[in-house]
């Protein structure tokens, strides 16, 4: 290959949007990474680290989910309600003495039966996602604040007198209930294999699946064509319904797992607090990641360094000294500028289609 060849081809690749967006969340992963170990002594450390890992992870997983959804140009705004009502239940069930692997199935189909509802949604009933989930954010935490409130040791008595309430006054916390039979889910939290947090290898894992789902096979391609232009993948045969389906499914069922992480991690879930925020975390994650609002565009190793930007974020903000309150002031930046970032690459892509 001549020297004229060999440049235009690194120039070409370095100037795909894609390669692009990623390049550009890897420079600021690693330049948030380097502040963050050089501002305080104790960032370096083993412990620091393995939390960081640990939070990479659970956020990762919900960042995971809400990709596929945004790939198909929808979106979801429960997933932090679905963590919570996931959350709850399981906490309920183990308090009741629910065998947790039955616990973990009863609660895994919960969710997966969500996202089901919301594609349903979405796709016979032609509603807009950001409605749907938006209703979905306030009747899942409805949800888990009313099964607090039931006191199923009383309901569950085959001697219970007529006329004896079962409902408490007011909602609370749920956890697991003194038992002492949890250790490997404990250590689905907890645990750390080769000094890498357990919540770090679960993502890891499923980042590999999905990547495989949404790159190397048939019907990844078919979730990327639906959010471009679902009514040309419509044209070329591909049931845009189902796979629409497909990501709200997923999406739920990875919140749903993120809930029993979230229990495992604390011991105890509040139905009013549980999962705040977690569907700021996990979009905003997806989207500097490289994923766009628009659909048809993102990739998993994007996903994976958007959503280590936040948990980075954090620390750096803990470390510095920056009050909490600037959080959320400094992730809505993060969003705006990763939303900036990605209507530019827009534009400059579909310059260089027209000038070419």
């Known amino acids: 290959m001549s020297p004229p060849e060999s440049k235009n081809m690194f120039t070409a690749f370095f100037s795909n949007p894609t390669v692009g967006r990623i390049l550009g969340v890897f420079l600021l992963v690693v330049v948030l990474y380097t502040l963050m170990i050089g501002i305080e002594e104790n960032a ?3 412990e620091n680290h393995q939390n960081l890992a640990r939070r990479i992870g659970e956020w990762g997983i919900l960042t995971l989910g809400v990709g596929f959804v945004i790939i198909t140009g929808g979106i979801d705004l429960s997933i932090g309600s679905v963590v919570c009502l996931s959350a709850v239940s399981f906490g309920i069930l183990l308090e009741n003495g629910a065998n947790p692997y039955v616990a973990t199935l ?16 979405v796709t016979k009933l032609n509603l807009q996602p950001f409605v749907v989930t938006l209703c979905g954010l306030f009747i899942y935490r409805g949800m ?5 409130l039931i006191d199923f040791k009383k309901w569950m008595d085959p001697n219970l007198a007529a006329g004896t309430r079962i409902l408490r006054d007011s909602s609370r916390d749920v956890g697991v209930g003194g038992r002492t039979d949890l250790t490997s889910f404990f250590w689905l939290q907890k645990g750390e294999w080769l000094g890498i947090p357990t919540p770090m290898w679960l ?5 590999l699946l999905a990547a495989i789902f949404l790159h190397a096979s048939v019907y990844g391609r078919y979730l ?8 040309a993948a419509r044209y070329a045969g ?3 319904n189902r796979f629409k389906v497909i990501a709200y499914f997923l999406c739920s069922l990875l919140a749903g797992f993120g809930g029993i992480l979230f229990l495992m991690k604390i011991n105890s879930a509040s139905p009013s607090n549980a999962g705040n925020w977690f569907e700021l975390y996990a979009i905003t994650g997806a989207v500097l990641g490289g994923t766009s609002l628009r659909g048809g565009e993102g990739t998993v190793i994007g996903i994976i360094l958007g959503a280590a930007i936040l948990p980075l974020l954090k620390t750096l903000v803990i470390f510095a000294g920056i009050p ?10 993060a969003l705006l500028l990763g939303t900036l970032a990605d209507e530019l690459l827009r534009r400059r892509s579909e310059a260089a289609r027209k000038g070419a």
């Open 324 to 333: 909490s309150d600037m959080e959320f002031s400094a992730i809505g930046l």
């Open 44 to 46: 370096r450390t083993v």
């Open 106 to 121: 009863v609660v895994l189909t919960g969710a997966g039966l969500i996202g089901l509802f919301h594609g349903y949604l």
């Open 203 to 207: 993502f890891g894992i499923l980042a």
């Open 144 to 148: 888990a604040q009313f099964l607090t």
């Open 238 to 240: 591909v049931n845009t």
């Open 224 to 231: 990327f064509a639906l959010g471009y232009n679902e009514q």
